[in-house]
């Protein structure tokens, strides 16, 4: 319960950070800024055993779908990552002829480096942040990997980092991931009739 109260006391911080970013949002609404990438118009639910990472920043930022809406995300910044019984699943619904089926993607163990993950929603068993500051602006943070390149969010708005970070049974809802390098151990997909998601 303690982590899940430290995590969401970061969820607090971050509005402050997206009311900052208010006049982005309506650049990028109105096409004035261009999105880094255009994101799908699904989302991935991501759950894990153990999370482990050093060079953290944490920020709000506006993800743009391909048909134009805009959609407030918590931006996880680490310069290296392990993931521990990984888990993705995706939802593909009312396909003509096929119907609604699952992509589920586990891995035993995944490594990355220089890794973005925009959440929607995340709730975790515990959270354990290592050397950390809140409220610092995300421009100039220096913990971490930095603002990912092309994100819609003001440098001057609020931020927290942290020399390292410890999660464990990790669920979250995903709208995008990047990462400079993967390395994935164990990996399987598979489909699935029907919805079957991770949690």
């Not at 969010?153 to 980092?161: C, I, K, R, V, Y």
């Amino acid at each position: 319960m303690r982590g899940r109260i430290r995590w969401r006391l970061f969820a607090v911080v971050m509005v402050s950070g997206l009311v900052a970013s208010a006049a982005l949002f309506l650049a990028l609404a109105q096409g004035a800024l261009a999105a880094s990438f255009l994101i799908s118009n699904q989302q991935s639910k991501e759950s894990a055993e153990r999370v482990e990472g050093t060079g953290v920043i944490q920020y709000g930022a506006f993800d743009r779908r391909y048909e134009g809406e805009i959609v407030p995300v918590l931006v996880l910044g680490l310069k290296q990552s392990k993931i521990m019984g990984f888990c993705q699943s995706t939802v593909v619904r009312d396909i003509p002829l096929i119907g609604t089926f699952t992509v589920k993607v586990t891995a035993r163990q995944v490594t990355a480096y220089d890794t973005y993950r925009d959440v929607v929603q995340e709730d975790n068993g515990t959270v354990t942040l290592k050397d950390t500051n809140s409220g610092i602006a995300a421009g100039a943070s220096r913990k971490g990997p930095g603002i990912n390149e092309g994100d819609n969010t003001d440098p001057a708005s609020s931020a927290q980092e942290a020399d390292s970070i410890l999660v464990t049974d990790s669920k979250q809802i995903v709208l995008a991931t990047s990462a400079r390098i993967a390395r994935v151990s164990g990996r399987s997909v598979r489909f699935y009739k029907g919805v079957h998601e991770c949690f």
